[in-house]
T-cell receptor, first 116, second 110 residues
């Protein structure tokens, strides 16, 4: 019953460093998402993927990159970390986001990232 | 103006009270999610609605598509219900996307 596994839970980066946030799901979901949550703000979509080999930008993609080589994994890469990227990052997945009434979102436990 | 507005922003209740959290949206949607985020940060999906009403235990979610409004009700509230409740809508159109409200912070006191 792993669901969505997100690592690491916490990370401190220096300005200009790079890192990869890992996300894996074992539910064979097609849709996967990366969100960031800033204090007092709603979750903002960074990137999403509707299946292996397919990714697209969300609302706030600048400074990030993603890949989706398998159905299970959807890593998020920060190339040159900046203080503005200090946030809590959530990965999520769903089998489909059409009009099916029983589809839910599944979230990872979050990564608290500080860029100093 | 945000596409998804939640009210109230903060809500404090006494144990046992009936709670209502509201969500209004300004865009066409195909579905609406209610999510719960506990103090530890984890986010759990409570409901996905495209019409009518859903019930799970003490939680009830309703949606009125014509009014562009949804409510989340908690009956017989308990301190363990203390969390941030987030409304998110799945927009219609060429590329569906989820748009999130800022959340309602609920505190239930014993």
């Amino acid at each position: 019953n792993a669901g969505v596994t997100q690592t690491p839970k916490f990370r401190i980066l220096k300005i200009g460093q790079s890192m990869t946030l890992q996300c894996a799901q074992d539910m064979n979901h097609n849709y996967m998402y990366w969100y960031r949550q800033d204090p007092g703000m709603g979750l903002k979509l960074i990137y999403y993927s509707v299946g292996a080999g397919i990714t697209d930008k969300g609302e706030v993609p600048n400074g990030y990159n993603v890949s989706r080589s398998t159905t299970e994994d959807f890593p998020l890469r920060l190339e040159l970390a900046a203080p503005s990227q200090t946030s809590v990052y959530f990965c999520a997945s769903s089998p489909d986001l059409g009009t099916a009434t029983n589809e839910k979102l599944f979230f990872g436990s979050g990564t608290q990232l500080s860029v100093l | 103006k945000n596409e998804v507005e939640q009210s109230p922003q903060n809500l404090t209740a006494q144990e046992g009270e009936f709670i209502t959290i509201n969500c209004s949206y300004s865009v066409g949607i195909s579905a609406l999610h209610w999510l719960q985020q506990h103090p530890g940060g984890g986010i759990v999906s409570l409901f996905m609605l495209s019409s009518g009403k859903k019930k799970h235990g003490r939680l009830i979610a309703t949606i009125n598509i014509q009014e562009k409004h949804s409510s989340l009700h908690i009956t017989a509230s308990h301190p363990r219900d203390s969390a941030v409740y987030i409304c998110a809508v799945l927009t219609q159109g060429g590329s569906e996307k989820l748009v999130f409200g800022k959340g309602t912070k609920l505190t239930v006191n014993p």
